[in-house]
């Protein structure tokens, strides 16, 4: 069984500021971890992920991520914060020997200018 | 645009009536899935194709909903007999088997259903 928790169903920051999503998982084997983005009456826009390798890994619009096996965690960060930030963003993961995802409720984000 | 194609976009139904939503993966992508997401909610896995080969279905996938990929190509996705509760966003998504974004699956815009 695979499982995320997002802990926080919105963040809210000012503009310039930085930003962290949190996200934790549950996954029986070897965890493949990814940040998706949804803006309203969209699809799901892919982020960055984590499949093996350096535990920081860097992705889109200056995002990036860290796994923390220990703590089975994988927040999302980004240093400064931009008002087109304001989206939507799911957590999620899956068994490295699945194809299935596993999505968290999702964590709404407000950059206010 | 290359990417994952829904149609149609939006759908609004009766209940007891049936439908039928279309996905095209991007080319040449082999695998194929299909998620529901209902309000605030997370996207939730319904199935998902390799090739024309359905490899796994969730329990979320009542007997009344039937998908297909009778090709390999683009897949559809077909709810009998419709209710209330099967009002959701329903995204399809695909993969390749190797090369560029093989670990990733690309979602597709979604198609949202609405039973009234």
């Known amino acids: 069984a695979q499982s995320v928790a997002q802990p926080e169903d919105q963040v809210n920051v000012a503009e310039g500021n930085p930003l962290t999503v949190k996200c934790t998982y549950s996954?029986?084997?070897?965890?493949?971890l990814f940040w998706y983005v949804q803006y309203p009456n969209r699809g799901l826009q892919f982020l960055l992920k984590y499949i093996t390798g350096d535990n920081l890994v860097k992705g889109s619009y200056g995002f990036e991520a860290e796994f923390n096996k220990s703590q089975t965690s994988f927040h999302l960060k980004k240093p400064s914060a931009l008002v087109s930030d304001s989206a939507l963003y799911f957590c999620a993961v899956r068994d490295s020997n699945d194809y299935k995802l596993s999505f968290g409720a999702g964590t709404t984000v407000t950059v206010r200018a | 645009d290359t990417g994952v194609s829904q149609d149609p976009r939006h759908k609004i139904t009766k209940r007891g009536q049936n439908v039928t939503f279309r996905c095209d993966p991007i080319s040449e992508h082999n695998r194929l899935y299909w998620y529901r997401q209902t309000l605030g909610q997370g996207p939730e896995f319904l199935t998902y194709?390799?090739?024309?080969?359905?490899?796994?279905k969730s329990r979320l996938l009542s007997d009344r909903f039937s998908a297909e990929r009778p090709k390999g190509s683009f897949s559809t996705l077909e709810i009998q007999r419709t209710e209330q509760g099967d009002s959701a966003m329903y995204l399809c998504?695909?993969?390749?088997?190797?090369?560029?974004?093989?670990?990733?699956?690309?979602f597709g815009p979604g198609t949202r259903l609405t039973v009234l």
């Open positions: 998504a695909s993969s390749p088997t190797r090369g560029t974004g093989y670990n990733e699956q690309f």
């Open positions: 996954v029986s084997g070897n965890p493949y």
């Open positions: 194709f390799q090739n024309e080969a359905q490899l796994e």
